[in-house]
């Protein structure tokens, strides 16, 4: 007799888990698409306008902003006294010396009728002194109102903080979506070359076809979308303030320039004593400039600021006081990619303190440079071409994923043409999302807050769906039995 050992069976390996994590980036995209989508679209529209504004604004206000060549000109001081006249109530906050032939001068008074800080732009011809033009003027930039209006659709659609959410929303949102866009189309396509140049596109208006152009057209504006978003973010209400915090902890950001003229408040020519407690000491209040110093003064400061290599336009900055000195900037115009201060006694012209931009830390470089060229200005009207037709672009990505949206839309009774499929989260998979939300979230929240709300929305739809699949399959018949019957072929 001969015995034949069997051997067991080896155990069948259970398939791996795969995560959820993928499935879910692709509902995520859609969710973002279709909710953050509408403020995407305005922010792009919007932002397209902003981004020729200042070319429209040049056109717009040429009979102030420019007259005619002259071989002679007027002194600085004289032009001062002509804007002061024109509004003697009103102090000089800046003085912007024309730079150019051709170029007005623009003293900037302290107007209170139009508003907190901002100012009232008188316009001077340096050739002759004559006034050419006033208006109001908003920002840093020295906005225009045609260009601040545009500014502020752009920023708050004109509804003032409450507004301001929905540039900030767009702003925290885009480069997720446009991250996540690349991730899911790089998994699609498995070639970075076929990611940049696109699969075979089906007929015309398919939603082959039409994903095609809106995943290629993503991938070709991942960098802007990115640059603008963070751009974005750092003048936003709530994550700006973050920023800003971030900065400051972190020390990224310069010294404020030396402006004062006195050593440890020590009493300067012309201030005057106060008070009549001999026990306490008697207090200095330093005397305001008067306007004829300021306009007298302005030259000297601007001579001490091209002899230190001060150069174009420049921005004055009269001080407070006459213990407080000039301040004057290089203005960000046309392909100018640094901006030096300087801090200069009036009195006598001496340099107080310098502030080179190429000594700045990186951060505030980065910034600045972020910050003129997300608003048009440092590559002056090629720059602005390229960031209206990038935003057009942006907003045919917004209409484009409606229009795929729409080629699967449910017609059927589905589940709001979610795209599945819909896996089941890890353990492993909430940690990550947690982490990622407690971390971003924190930084940004109105992306977290939304990006919450997006997947309790996801998980009532997933329960919904299983729901749905139950409810079909305990509804479907029971198989019908035959009963067959068998006749004796002897019967009768």
Do not use: C
């Amino acid at each position: 007799m001969v015995l034949i050992e069997q051997k067991e069976p080896a155990p069948t390996k259970e398939p791996q888990r795969r995560s959820g994590l993928g499935p879910l980036m692709r509902r995520i995209h859609f969710y973002a698409g279709m909710f953050i989508g509408p403020f995407l679209l305005v922010a792009a529209i919007s932002g397209a306008l902003y981004a020729i504004a200042p070319t429209m604004e040049a056109i717009a206000y040429r009979d102030m902003l420019r007259v005619p060549e002259s071989s002679t000109s007027v002194p600085l001081s004289q032009q001062v006294s002509a804007a002061q006249a024109e509004h003697p109530d009103m102090p000089v906050a800046q003085i912007w010396p024309s730079s150019e032939p051709g170029e007005t001068t623009r003293v900037l008074l302290s107007d209170e009728s139009v508003g907190e800080d901002r100012l009232r732009s008188v316009f001077v011809d340096p050739g002759t002194g004559d006034i050419v033009g006033d208006a109001p003027t908003y920002s840093g930039l020295g906005e225009l109102p045609m260009r601040f209006w545009i500014s502020q659709l752009h920023k708050d659609l004109h509804l003032g903080d409450p507004g301001a959410l929905y540039s900030e929303l767009a702003a925290s949102w885009m480069w997720f979506i446009a991250f996540g866009g690349l991730y899911l189309w790089l998994k699609r396509t498995r070639s970075a070359k076929k990611a940049v140049l696109g699969l075979g596109s089906g007929g015309k208006g398919t939603r082959k076809r039409i994903m095609n152009l809106h995943a290629v057209a993503g991938v070709w504006l991942l960098i802007a979308m990115v640059g603008l978003s963070a751009t974005g973010i750092t003048w936003s209400n709530v994550a700006g303030q973050n920023v800003s915090t971030t900065v400051k902890a972190l020390k990224w950001k310069a010294d404020p320039i030396n402006k004062s003229l006195t050593e440890d408040g020590s009493k300067a020519e012309g201030s005057k004593a106060t008070g009549t407690d001999s026990s306490a000491g008697s207090k200095t209040e330093p005397r305001a400039v008067t306007p004829k110093e300021v306009a007298n003064q302005a030259a000297t400061v601007l001579a001490t600021a091209r002899a230190e290599g001060l150069t174009g336009s420049v921005r004055m900055f009269p001080g407070e006081d006459v213990n407080t000195a000039w301040q004057v900037s290089e203005r960000w115009v046309p392909y100018r990619t640094s901006s030096d201060a300087i801090t200069v006694n009036g009195s006598n012209g001496k340099v107080v303190d310098r502030l080179p931009f190429s000594e700045l830390p990186l951060f505030s470089k980065l910034t600045s440079w972020g910050i003129y060229l997300h608003m048009g200005i440092m590559f002056g009207l090629p720059l602005q071409i390229l960031l209206f037709l990038v935003a057009l672009a942006i907003a045919g990505l917004v209409v484009t994923g409606y229009m795929m949206w729409w080629k699967r839309r449910p017609t059927l009774g589905g589940v709001a043409g979610v795209p599945g499929p819909n896996t089941e989260l890890s353990a492993t998979d909430w940690l990550i999302i947690l982490a990622f939300i407690g971390i971003v979230g924190t930084f940004l929240p109105l992306f977290g807050a939304s990006l919450i709300a997006m997947l309790l929305a996801d998980r009532a739809l997933a329960k919904r769906a299983r729901q749905r699949t139950f409810t079909v399959d305990s509804q479907e018949p029971a198989p019908k039995l035959t009963r067959t019957t068998t006749s004796d072929s002897g019967a009768s």
